[in-house]
């Protein structure tokens, strides 16, 4: 199994309303693009939690503040999850979209992912560089 961080971006969200309609937000936002893969050769991956689109994961500035998801209406969603996987089988990937307000520029971020989505016991840890995150000129 393989967990990468595949794009950092500063954008405007596109998000799908209940009744299907596609927009697209003004406010540009954190976007994290995460890829799950399974490199195995002998069984299916069981996704759960966030590997499914679902629950919670930590991003925080070096001070340990936490950046908050970006919440959207209820029955709303990021176009990008609407096919969302419970499972992975050997040699196949699924990339998750994450959106956060747009934190304060700093050195670093930290992301972490808690395990048991992936039956692991430890979390997944990631340290997001300013020169990965491409800070927008207009701060």
Known sequence: ?????????????EITSPDGTVRRTKERYLQLQVRVANDGVARKLELSGWARGEG?????DPAGNAIAPKQLEPGWSLTSQSKLLSGLFPGRSSDLLFAFEQPRKSDALRLTLPGNALGLTEPI???????????????
Request: overall charge positive.
């Open 56 to 60: 919670t994961l930590s991003l925080t």
């Open 1 to 13: 199994m393989r967990v990468s961080i595949r794009s950092a971006s500063f954008a405007p969200l």
């Open 125 to 139: 840890r990631f340290r997001l560089s300013e020169a990965f995150l491409h800070y927008p000129k207009s701060r």
